[in-house]
């Protein structure tokens, strides 16, 4: 699964889970070990899913397969990604912006650009390494690849971002994330002139069948999603908007923002192929409010991000239009 926005990190139990896909008729005659391999995370070799297939990990309507098995249509593929037991993420000194801390978490903001946590193929040079070299010691509810993280934010998205130093910590917040009483606010700059000052997006969020990296609003294998939003401003062809999640799925936002017509800006995935007007590296959009109870003391904590340099420069300019 890619890098997600606003998901709850799933323990390291979930992780060993099986992730379902039925063939859909345009899928029909591709191989297997090519279809899971674009259905997986962008650091995902396929040398690495033809492994897992001749271990067994994958079946097709129950049975194992070949990697060079071609699917047909209709039929439904199961993997189960082992865990890596023996992986050692190592301690890098990353500089952290550390919003707070205390014994039991560390909330930061996390820049643009930087990955949360590592991934098949991808260890090194991302927040989790940063976080073991500055705490020493997070919570193990997640296994070796993502300590102490309970949620998540893009690579491309800035913003803050909680993290458990220890499992009495992590099973908090997580309770806190998966009752939606977490406070989550980001500032997002979409294309187009949103008209109704506040609403209410309650679509569900599935896995797009056509592009399997990516996911759409749809009825099929789909998880109940709702986003509300705020706007803040508006710029003629662009709307900055207030955007509180309810709830926390993969690319929630972004794909919401593209439901309605209003992609953000500089979103590689889900926005407009040629954007005319203003440019950005990655999505405009910032984790701006982060508040929950101390999961051991109880008492509510809030904190505020202000939108990182480049954003800001970028509706500096829309100001001025």
């Not at 993969?250 to 926005?271: E, N, S, W």
Request: hydrophobic share 35%; net charge negative.
């Amino acid at each position: 699964m890619s890098q997600t926005e606003e998901e709850q990190v799933p323990t390291a139990t979930e992780w060993e889970q099986r992730q379902e896909w039925t063939v859909e008729e345009h899928d029909a005659g591709e191989r297997i070990d090519k279809f899971l391999t674009e259905a997986l995370e962008e650091d995902t070799s396929r040398t690495q899913v033809q492994q897992w297939i001749k271990d067994g990990c994958a079946t097709v309507d129950g049975r194992t397969v070949k990697p060079n098995y071609k699917l047909n249509a209709g039929e439904v593929l199961s993997l189960l990604i082992p865990e890596p037991k023996e992986l050692e993420v190592v301690a890098e000194p990353i500089p952290l912006d550390v919003v707070y801390e205390d014994s039991d978490l560390i909330v930061v903001n996390k820049p643009r650009g930087l990955v949360v946590h590592p991934a098949v193929g991808h260890y090194n040079g991302t927040l989790v390494n940063g976080l073991l070299y500055h705490c020493k010691d997070l919570s193990g509810i997640n296994g070796v690849m993502r300590p102490g993280i309970v949620h998540r934010i893009d690579k491309d998205t800035s913003g803050l971002l909680m993290a458990a130093k220890n499992d009495l910590a992590h099973g908090g917040l997580a309770a806190q994330l998966k009752a939606h009483t977490v406070n989550r606010k980001y500032i997002a700059l979409v294309h187009g002139n949103v008209p109704h000052d506040n609403g209410t997006i309650d679509a569900p969020i599935g896995r797009d069948p056509k592009e399997r990296k990516l996911y759409t609003v749809t009825e099929r294998n789909s998880k109940h999603a709702v986003t509300h939003f705020l706007v803040l401003e508006r710029f003629g062809d662009y709307t900055l908007l207030e955007l509180k999640l309810e709830t926390g799925r993969t690319h929630q936002i972004r794909v919401h923002m593209k439901f309605i017509g209003h992609p953000l800006v500089g979103d590689p995935a889900y926005g407009p192929s040629k954007s005319k007007g203003v440019v950005m590296e990655g999505q405009a959009l910032h984790a701006a409010v982060l508040g929950f109870d101390h999961p051991r003391t109880n008492e509510y904590l809030e904190f505020e991000a202000p939108v990182p340099e480049d954003m800001r420069r970028l509706i500096d300019v829309l100001k001025l239009r």
